[in-house]
T-cell receptor
Framework: EAQVTQNPRYLITVTGKKLTVTCSQNMNHEYMSWYRQDPGLGLRQIYY???????DKGDVPEGYKVSRKEKRNFPLILESPSPNQTSLYFCASSSDRGYEQYFGPGTRLTVT | QKEVEQNSGPLSVPEGAIASLNCTYSDRGSQSFFWYRQYSGKSPELIMFIYSNGDKEDGRFTAQLNKASQYVSLLIRDSQPSDSATYLC???????????FGKGTHLIIQP
């Protein structure tokens, strides 16, 4: 089954404790992206990657890091999480940046 | 800063009627336009995409694009209660960047 998986689905952590949210896709897609979704602000792109070892900032990259060492994986790293990073995070992939994006199930992160 | 604007709603439509959702965008160089549906607590799913001016129909859904006026719309015919969701408009620019999403329109289909 073609899918994008994210782990964990739910995470509660404390300020400053480094965390990683994993994202993996099994569709051999080149393009992957991370979004955060907040009430009243909609979906905002954090980082995207057009291929292995190629990443670029989206609209809200501050406080986040990503890496793309393999085509299927695109982890999101929060080196020192803060409460304003409490949000719902989605990973997405597509065969091209302009085509249909398949979204993962989401990760609800709470930083206290 | 690219902007995509949608009326947040809620937009209430009787069952069986036509629901009309609108979206405007600021980047005149935008190339691709998408409509996603998102149920509460779920991830967005693509329902329509359109690249050229005019109408594109898929079942009960019709996407309309007018690049000169910089707007894109989604019509849902014979609306069903299961169509109740938030509809997100997304736009891809002409450069090597990703999608910009609108904040979404909350649609309620009244039985």
């Amino acid at each position: 089954e073609a899918q994008v998986t994210q782990n964990p689905r739910y995470l509660i952590t404390v300020t400053g404790k480094k965390l990683t949210v994993t994202c993996s896709q099994n569709m051999n897609h080149e393009y992957m992206s991370w979004y955060r979704q907040d009430p009243g602000l909609g979906l905002r792109q954090i980082y995207y990657s057009m291929n292995v070892e190629v990443t670029d900032k989206g609209d809200v990259p501050e406080g986040y890091k990503v890496s793309r060492k393999e085509k299927r994986n695109f982890p999101l790293i929060l080196e020192s999480p803060s409460p304003n990073q409490t949000s719902l995070y989605f990973c997405a992939s597509s065969s091209d940046r302009g085509y249909e994006q398949y979204f993962g199930p989401g990760t609800r992160l709470t930083v206290t | 800063q690219k902007e995509v604007e949608q009326n947040s709603g809620p937009l209430s439509v009787p069952e069986g009627a036509i629901a009309s959702l609108n979206c405007t965008y600021s980047d005149r160089g935008s190339q691709s336009f998408f409509w996603y549906r998102q149920y509460s607590g779920k991830s967005p799913e693509l329902i329509m995409f359109i690249y050229s001016n005019g109408d594109k129909e898929d079942g009960r859904f019709t996407a309309q694009l007018n690049k000169a006026s910089q707007y894109v719309s989604l019509l849902i015919r014979d609306s069903q209660p299961s169509d109740s969701a938030t509809y997100l408009c997304a736009v891809r620019g002409g450069g090597a960047d990703g999608l910009t999403f609108g904040k979404g329109t909350h649609l309620i289909i009244q039985p």
